[in-house]
């Protein structure tokens, strides 16, 4: 694994920080790294986690030649424990008191390799509630050999007692510039790279994700039914509709994702604002379909649009509800 901060896009503030608490040695027993999902906590706390486990760290970094950090690079290091949600037999992934238990036998001996032992655990709003208290009595009552860094994108959903016993460490989401620079780090398709940078909403693992044809159909799909939604009738919407049906929960989310930032980027275009759009590359489509989407149906519609995608999470028909937002967004456009 990479254990150099150089190798971390973005996230200067909080590595400057973690680094300044290793030099003055103050590093709390427990911290919990808490941000957006997909924006590189993970690969900021296995950086930290060599840091701390080096033999010879130089002024925040750690050396990257002791036998802790070949150790660590190859992921072997004796003292470093890590833990992530495991598939429950359901759709849902949890972390189990299991797994907490065989981490606290694991850290109950002395390090072997460094001077201190460091867990992970990601994903952290997953323990279950058996977990989550076997996990209290150990950071309740922490020993000077061992640190944990708690990784969620969902704070509030860990026990109040957990939370409070961390040192919050916010994470904030990457910038455009940012996340073009991991894209392009990654190999993607160079001419996709602005355009899933502008869709990523600040998360480097979701650009990666959007990186297919899929992506670019929902976008393509999403744009044309704005365009011409007016042309449609009652049968061909009912047809879209079963047809979006089909696609599983997080394929239609994206797709609504896609019409609100359509809709948002109407909304901008309207105002004459400076805000960069997310979808830079139909700004002319975009503006020559501003004197049919006035800007009070703007509103409606993105506010609309909005509400479905709090919907979908619901337990509800996929085809009823989607039939319920076509029909709705002719209306509106026709008023």
């Not at 941000?35 to 050396?63: D, F, M, N, T």
């Not at 006035?294 to 479905?308: D, Q």
């Amino acid at each position: 694994m990479e254990i150099q901060w150089n190798h971390i896009i973005g996230h200067k503030r909080v590595i400057e920080q973690l680094q300044l608490m290793q030099q003055e040695d103050r590093v709390p027993h427990t911290m919990l790294f808490s941000g957006a999902a997909g924006i590189g906590k993970l690969l900021v706390a296995r950086s930290l986690a060599a840091l701390l486990l080096c033999h010879e760290p130089q002024q925040g970094h750690c050396c990257g030649q002791c036998p802790a950090c070949q150790a660590m690079a190859n992921d072997i290091h004796p003292d470093f424990f890590y833990v992530e949600p495991e598939n429950s037999g359901k759709t849902s992934r949890i972390i189990k008191i299991e797994q907490i238990r065989a981490m606290q036998a694991d850290i109950a001996r002395v390090p072997v390799l460094s001077k201190r032992q460091v867990v992970i655990i990601n994903d952290a709003e997953k323990l279950n509630e058996a977990a989550a208290n076997s996990l209290l009595k150990t950071i309740e009552e922490p020993s000077g050999q061992t640190v944990f860094i708690l990784i969620t994108s969902a704070p509030m959903a860990l026990l109040d007692t957990v939370r409070s016993r961390c040192m919050r460490v916010e994470f904030g989401i990457l910038q455009p510039q940012e996340i073009e620079a991991i894209l392009q780090k990654k190999q993607a398709e160079t001419d996709l790279i602005p355009q899933l940078a502008a869709y990523s909403d600040g998360s480097a693992a979701k650009a990666l994700e959007l990186q297919d044809e899929k992506m670019v159909s929902l976008q393509q799909d999403a744009m044309e039914l704005i365009h011409n939604i007016e042309a449609y009738d009652v049968q061909k919407l009912l047809q879209k509709a079963k047809d979006m049906a089909s696609l599983d929960k997080e394929q239609l989310m994206l797709w609504l994702g896609f019409l609100a930032m359509l809709y948002r980027d109407l909304l901008i275009l309207h105002s004459g604002s400076d805000l960069p759009l997310y979808n830079q590359d139909k700004r002319r489509e975009l503006v020559a379909m501003l004197e049919e989407y006035f800007l009070p149906k703007v509103f409606k519609l993105l506010h609309l649009v909005r509400s479905y995608q709090k919907r979908l999470n619901s337990n509800v028909s996929q085809q009823l509800m989607l039939e319920g937002l076509l029909i709705r967004m002719k209306d509106i456009v026709e008023e």
